[in-house]
């Protein structure tokens, strides 16, 4: 399962001289482009549910489908598969009466310390953001291990912590009060 933690922010380069200053290793920088797709609807207020996502990212050159489904806030389950052929998935979607709900486009860079995954994202439409993932199957422990990475961040101070994904809040700023996931 993955687990992960947003947190909104103003100054990128400090936030990534602080991770530099943890020892964090920077493992890369990409731009994906997501494009979310729903099979069903649901009302927003549902806490929980399921997405499929096209992602195009020019770091690895690959598009990968993937299905996503909520267990907790801030985790999820997921599925991936490359895709040799995105006008031909779009197509598939399409067929299948998939509803194509909103894009994210955004710029990424990685590091990597210990068990954690961490992306500096600017999203477009959004800001920028510091994400803090690890794959875990104990939600509790894992979260907290979050959190405590993100104290020596200074992350709880003046930060807003995003419990949703950048689709979702994507979806929130669209003022959209239905959504298919």
């Known amino acids: 399962m993955e687990i992960e933690i947003k947190a909104k ?25 997501d494009t979310y797709y ?10 929980r549910g399921s997405i499929l996502r096209l992602r195009q990212d020019s770091k690895e050159k690959k598009i ?16 991936e598969v490359e895709v040799g052929d995105l006008k031909t998935m779009e197509k598939m979607l399409e067929l299948m009466r998939a509803k194509k709900e909103t894009v994210v486009d955004k710029e990424r860079e990685y590091f990597r310390k210990g ?34 990475f993100n104290k020596k961040l200074g992350l709880y101070t003046n930060n807003k912590i995003e419990y949703q994904g950048y689709h979702k809040q994507q979806l929130i700023k669209k003022n959209k009060k239905y959504y298919y996931f």
């Open 64 to 79: 990968i489908l993937a299905f996503h489904i909520d267990k907790q806030i801030s985790a999820v389950e997921e599925c």
């Open 115 to 148: 068990i954690f995954l961490i992306t500096l994202d600017r999203v477009k439409g959004l800001g920028n953001f510091i994400e803090v993932e690890l794959q875990s199957e104990e939600y509790e422990t894992s979260i907290e291990k979050i959190r405590d």
């Open 38 to 47: 729903s099979l069903y609807q649901r009302p927003y207020t549902k806490k």
């Open 9 to 33: 922010i103003k100054d990128r380069k400090s936030i990534r001289r602080k991770l530099l200053d943890l020892g964090v290793k920077a493992c890369g920088k990409t731009h994906q482009v």
